[in-house]
C-alpha cells in the first residue's frame, strides 16, 4: 500500500525548530520559516549546541551577510513562483520592492555569489512549479502557461526542454505512465 502525502513545509520547519529550540529554555521568535530573532544574549556554548541540533535537521546557520542576502532572494522568489495569491508584477519590481534594495544591486550580488543571475534562478523555479503543477493537478499545458504569465505554450515548452531535457508533453506521458505501472502494481 502506498501513502500519498501533501507537506505544509512552512508549519513543518515551525514546528521542528519549536521542538528543538524550547529545549534551551532561551526567549526567541520564529521570523519565518528560515529566521529566527533571540531575543536575549546567547551564551557561546549555548550557541554551538544550537547550531549542531539545527544541523542534524539539515539547517544552517548563514552568517555571511552577502549569503543572508542571498538566501532571502532565493525565498523571495519561491514565494512569489508558489504562491498563488502573489501580485502579478515583474520579479524585478517584486525583488526590489520586497527585500528594499535596487534590483541591479540584487542582480549583482546573487551573481557574485551563485555564479548564476536571478533569471536562472527564477526559470529553475518555474519549472519545478510546472513540474508540481503537472503531476498533483489536472491542468493543461494552455492553463500552466497562463497560470505561470508564460507568453505562450511554446515559451513554457522551450524553456522546459532547455532546463529538463524533455518537453513538457513528454514529462506528463512519463507521469502517467508511472502512475498506471504504480496502480497495476497495487492491485
Request: neutral net charge.
Amino acid at each position: 500500500m502506498k501513502l500519498f502525502l501533501k507537506t505544509d513545509t512552512n508549519f513543518l520547519i515551525k514546528k521542528i525548530l519549536e521542538e528543538k529550540l524550547d529545549v534551551f529554555n532561551i526567549k526567541y521568535s520564529i521570523v519565518n520559516s528560515n529566521e529566527i530573532l533571540f531575543l536575549e544574549n546567547i551564551e557561546t556554548a549555548t550557541y554551538e549546541k544550537i547550531t549542531a541540533v539545527l544541523n542534524d535537521y539539515g539547517f544552517e546557520i548563514i552568517e555571511n551577510q552577502k549569503n543572508i542576502i542571498v538566501q532571502k532572494i532565493k525565498e523571495t522568489i519561491i514565494e512569489m513562483i508558489f504562491n498563488e495569491n502573489a501580485p502579478a508584477v515583474k520579479s524585478s519590481v517584486y525583488l526590489a520592492e520586497k527585500l528594499d534594495h535596487s534590483y541591479g544591486y540584487l542582480s549583482n550580488l546573487f551573481s557574485e555569489v551563485t555564479y548564476t543571475s536571478i533569471e536562472n534562478f527564477i526559470i529553475i523555479q518555474k519549472i519545478e512549479y510546472v513540474k508540481k503543477l503537472i503531476t498533483q493537478q489536472d491542468l493543461t499545458l494552455t492553463e500552466i502557461a497562463f497560470k505561470l504569465n508564460y507568453s505562450s505554450v511554446a515559451h513554457l515548452s522551450s524553456q522546459f526542454k532547455n532546463t529538463t531535457g524533455i518537453t513538457p508533453s513528454a514529462f506528463q506521458r512519463i507521469i502517467k505512465k508511472r502512475s498506471e505501472i504504480s496502480t497495476q502494481n497495487i492491485n
